[in-house]
Structures are given as structure tokens and as C-alpha cells.
């Protein structure tokens, strides 16, 4: 396809198991974002991607959270002994240009991921 | 520390009446601003966005947002709505961080139009 897409879209984990989730951005664009989206909120940022390069990882809340990008597309953001609080919308986003978030970013569907 | 308020949660309106979604930003550096629409069952897309120049700018659907430095203000404005426009809009304003642009979302505001 020729969107952003991103799987699962929906994963139930139980407290204290490890999660994966994936982007696949669409081809050809350099920068890719995450977001958490909780219940009522818009996105916040959590990590921002140009190529390989992790320019901006300033919103992961804690060391739980690792996203990676290692050929400069798809992209993983994994999170470690998820908690109830982990339980969001994420949200992944690319941009052809390589100013970050100054021009139109692209969203997947998301994943709602639920901590039980 | 930048900011995106969205003073309405929800808004309803009947249908072919005006509208407007209110968005105030603080920030001490220049700002970009952007609507970002999020229909029922789909993912975020752009609506429109100001960058610099003209500061009324304006979508192919009928809706505009005047950028008002003074107000920190970019308020979404439809003269007209159809029942198609209903969905959630996000403000978003980006600003220079570290490698690049960081963009930060208001909490959105969901209009809802009445046949």
C-alpha cells in the first residue's frame, strides 16, 4: 500500500511482558515519528527518526521504552515490563523531508495497546 | 516550555451553519502551525498548515485558520459545514528541537455536525 502502516493493531499484553510494535513508513521518506495517544488526548511525542539516526528521543517517559530504525525504514518501538499507564494509542508518522516536523507528516492507523 | 490549548472539547453545529475550533500556542520561538483532521475509523491527515507568508491560509475543503502572532492564536474557521465534517481536529504547532522539528499536539477538539 501506499500509507503508513503499522501491526498489530491491537495487542492485549498482561503486566510486566514485553511488547513490540512495528512501522512500516512509507518508502522513500526520511524522517519517522512516534506518538502515544492516550484516551481524550492528542499525540505526544515520543521519538523522532531521520534515516537511521535517532535525532530526538526526549519524549520516551521512561527506560521502558527503546524504539529503533536500523536500515532507515521499517521502525520497532518495544516496550519493556509494560505497565497499566503504558496503555495508549501509538502513533507512527513519516515525512519526506528530513526537517522533522516542519512539513506534513503521514499517519498509520495505530496500535491500541492494552495493559491488563 | 511550548504549549497547544484547544479551548472546546467538543463542539456540535447544525449543518450549514458556521464553525469555529479555537487553538491558542505558547511559545518564545517562531512557530509553525498546522490542523490535522482525524475522521471516524481513520488516521490522522493534514488540513492545512502555516509556514510563514500570508497568514490566512486555507484547505481544499472550504475550511481556513488565520495565524495571529499577537494572540498566539491559529482558530479553524468553516463558513459552512456539511455532516461530512464531522471528526476530530488536533492543532499542532512545530517548533526547532533538537535534529530537527518537534511537533506538539493540542488535545483536540471533536466537531460534531447535526442534520
Known amino acids: 500500500g501506499a500509507g503508513v502502516s503499522q501491526s498489530p493493531r491491537y495487542k492485549v499484553a498482561k503486566r510486566g511482558q514485553d511488547v513490540a510494535l512495528r512501522c512500516d513508513p512509507i518508502s522513500g521518506h526520511v524522517s519517522l515519528f512516534w506518538y502515544q495517544q492516550a484516551l481524550g488526548q492528542g499525540p505526544e511525542f515520543l521519538t523522532y527518526?531521520?534515516?537511521?539516526?535517532?535525532?530526538?528521543k526526549s519524549g520516551l517517559p521512561s527506560d521502558r521504552f527503546f524504539a529503533e530504525r536500523p536500515e532507515g525504514s521499517v521502525s520497532t518501538l518495544k516496550i519493556q515490563r509494560t505497565q497499566q499507564e503504558d496503555s495508549a494509542v501509538y502513533l507512527c508518522?513519516?515525512?519526506?523531508?528530513?526537517?522533522?516536523?516542519?512539513?506534513?507528516?503521514?499517519f498509520g492507523p495505530g496500535t491500541r495497546l492494552t495493559v491488563t | 516550555a511550548q504549549s497547544v490549548t484547544q479551548l472546546d472539547s467538543q463542539v456540535p453545529v447544525f449543518e450549514e451553519a458556521p464553525v469555529e475550533l479555537r487553538c491558542n500556542y505558547s511559545s518564545s520561538v517562531s512557530v509553525y502551525l498546522f490542523w490535522y483532521v482525524q475522521y471516524p475509523n481513520q488516521g490522522l491527515q493534514l488540513l492545512l498548515k502555516y509556514l510563514s507568508g500570508s497568514t490566512l491560509v486555507k484547505s481544499i475543503n472550504g475550511f481556513e485558520a488565520e495565524f495571529n502572532k499577537s494572540q498566539t492564536s491559529f482558530h479553524l474557521r468553516k463558513p459552512s459545514v456539511h455532516i461530512s465534517d464531522t471528526a476530530e481536529y488536533f492543532c499542532a504547532v512545530s517548533v526547532r528541537n533538537t535534529g530537527g522539528f518537534k511537533t506538539i499536539f493540542g488535545a483536540g477538539t471533536r466537531l460534531f455536525v447535526k442534520a
Open positions: 527518526f531521520q534515516n537511521e539516526a535517532q535525532l530526538d
Open positions: 508518522a513519516s515525512s519526506l523531508s528530513n526537517a522533522g516536523g516542519l512539513y506534513e507528516q503521514y
